[in-house]
């Protein structure tokens, strides 16, 4: 199991912005597909974007597009995921992930998974949004 670490957590206003860092220390991200999965108080695990490892190709969740950015910094082997005009929907406990690509349906359409595949989990980014 690769083991990614994630921060920038953090209590949010309603309609703030936040950006998430996604890293390894022990392994380069450079070639692997990086998906951000979010976890809401009592709900199932949710994944939300995806970069790709082969061309940085980037995929959202509907219910993000136009307010999340997914992007990768080779130099810092970082991974981010920025979140603007955040409301109370999408308070929950971040997640990032490696895997060889991301899943898309063979229309190339997004495929967003639950990731029980990725068990075990870190402990996460916090993002509490207050309303």
């Known amino acids: 199991q690769l083991q990614l670490v994630e921060s920038g957590g953090g209590l949010v206003q309603h309609w703030g912005s936040l950006r998430l860092s996604c890293t390894a220390s022990e392994f380069s991200l450079e070639k692997y597909a990086i998906a951000w999965f979010r976890q809401a108080p009592g709900k199932e695990r949710e994944e939300v974007s995806c970069?790709?490892?082969?061309?940085?190709?980037?995929y959202y969740r509907t219910s993000m597009k136009g307010r999340n950015t997914i992007s990768r910094d080779k130099a810092k082997n970082t991974v981010y995921l920025e979140m603007d005009s955040l409301n109370a929907e999408d308070t929950g406990v971040y997640y990032c992930?490696?895997?060889?690509?991301?899943?898309?349906?063979?229309?190339?359409?997004?495929?967003?998974?639950?990731?029980?595949?990725?068990?075990?989990w870190g402990q996460g980014a916090q993002v509490p949004v207050s309303s």
């Open positions: 992930a490696a895997d060889q690509s991301c899943h898309l349906y063979a229309g190339g359409t997004y495929r967003p998974r639950t990731g029980e595949e990725y068990a075990p």
């Open positions: 970069i790709s490892g082969a061309d940085d190709s980037t």
